[in-house]
């Protein structure tokens, strides 16, 4: 069984940052956030392989987002900064056994999500 719980969530001012985590129990996993804003589809952010060597990004959050860990049973970092309203969505986190996916549905485990919400 492999859990995924996220935190960090919550409101915050256009210009902000917010650093969101998401802890992972069980095997070590390649870890992947997404997001999903109003009345759209679940989209990639940002994910990161499993001994954390290696982090890849949606061309919409290069430069502004950066995904870390330390190792592979340390807790998955997302750091947003420069936050626009844009932005706002439920973030998740979920697992994979093969690195480099960027689409959800290859992704095996996922946690229950938080509202991340931008205000400007």
């Known amino acids: 069984q492999v859990h995924l719980v996220e935190s960090g969530g919550g409101l915050v001012q256009a210009g902000d940052s917010l650093r969101l985590s998401c802890v992972v129990s069980?095997?070590?996993?390649?870890v992947g956030w997404f997001r999903q804003g109003p009345g759209k589809e679940r989209e990639f952010v940002a994910g990161?392989?499993?001994?954390?060597?290696?982090?890849f990004y949606a061309d919409s959050v290069k430069g502004r987002f950066t995904i870390s860990r330390d190792t592979a049973e340390a807790p998955v970092f997302l750091q947003m900064a420069t936050l626009v309203p844009e932005h706002t969505a439920i973030y998740s986190c979920?697992?994979?056994?093969?690195?480099?996916?960027?689409?959800?549905?290859?992704?095996?485990?996922w946690g229950r999500g938080l509202q991340v919400t931008v205000s400007s």
């Open positions: 990161i392989t499993s001994t954390g060597s290696q982090p």
């Open positions: 069980g095997r070590a996993y390649h």
């Open positions: 979920a697992a994979t056994k093969v690195a480099w996916k960027d689409r959800p549905h290859l992704y095996d485990y």
